[in-house]
């Protein structure tokens, strides 16, 4: 399940939207095989308790399999061009929103095994109440840590560029393409031009 577009702010781009690596549910596929297998087994031999049993089991390991494939789809790590977010559960929900300009620090950890498969774990140090915020099996971490740099210094180059104070060169350029669009007339643009004049 993709995040909702609809949680967006006005203005806000969706950059990486990401569920958790198949590995987050590993454990529970494994057991359903090796359950059915079993299952399979003793039943080709006629052992009818064993093959009760393994039915039993089959049945728990197919319920785990299915809640946490359940939770891997309603789990989301999206990173916007203004924050981080992360939203998790299947009927209860919770998640955390962190934003860009509160990001001090970025790590990602892997072991041997999480890099053959490309996954691994992120930890998030912001200027926020928690201070520090760990999400586990992040399909390439270091990619994502590397995006969300990237837009921190897209966010900062934007801010830099809004708070800019224009020249007085620029301002009177700005007030000309007024005045030939007809916002503002030849009165108001010579009297605007000369106060402008006057700080130069």
């Known amino acids: ?13 969706l950059v990486v939207d990401i569920h958790p ?17 079993l299952l399979i087994f003793f039943r080709t031999k006629d052992w009818d308790v064993p093959t009760l049993l393994m039915a039993a089991l089959t049945l728990v390991s ?15 790590f ?9 939203r998790e559960g299947v009927i209860a929900k919770k998640g955390i929103e962190i934003p860009l300009d509160r990001v001090n620090t ?8 999480e890099r053959m498969l490309r996954t691994g774990d992120l930890t998030i140090e912001s200027a926020g109440e928690r201070g520090t915020q760990s999400f586990s099996d992040i ?10 740099y990237r837009l921190i210094e897209e966010e900062q180059d934007e801010h830099a560029s809004a708070s800019r104070e224009l020249s007085v060169p620029e301002q009177l350029e700005k007030l000309d393409e007024l005045r030939r669009r007809g916002i503002i007339d030849e009165a108001e643009f010579k009297a605007k ?3 402008l004049l006057e700080r130069m």
Do not use: C, D
Request: no cysteine.
């Open 62 to 76: 197919l319920l785990w399999f299915v809640g946490r494939y359940l939770k891997w789809m309603t789990t989301n």
């Open 193 to 195: 031009k000369t106060k």
């Open 21 to 37: 690596h198949w590995w987050y549910f590993a454990k529970q596929a494994l057991a359903l095989v090796v359950s059915i297998g």
């Open 139 to 148: 399909r390439r971490p270091s990619q994502v840590q590397n995006e969300i």
């Open 106 to 113: 970025i790590f990602f950890n892997q072991g041997i095994l």
């Open 1 to 13: 399940m993709a995040f909702p577009k609809k949680l967006l702010n006005t203005g806000e781009r």
């Open 78 to 86: 999206a990173v916007t061009s203004h924050r981080v977010i992360f």
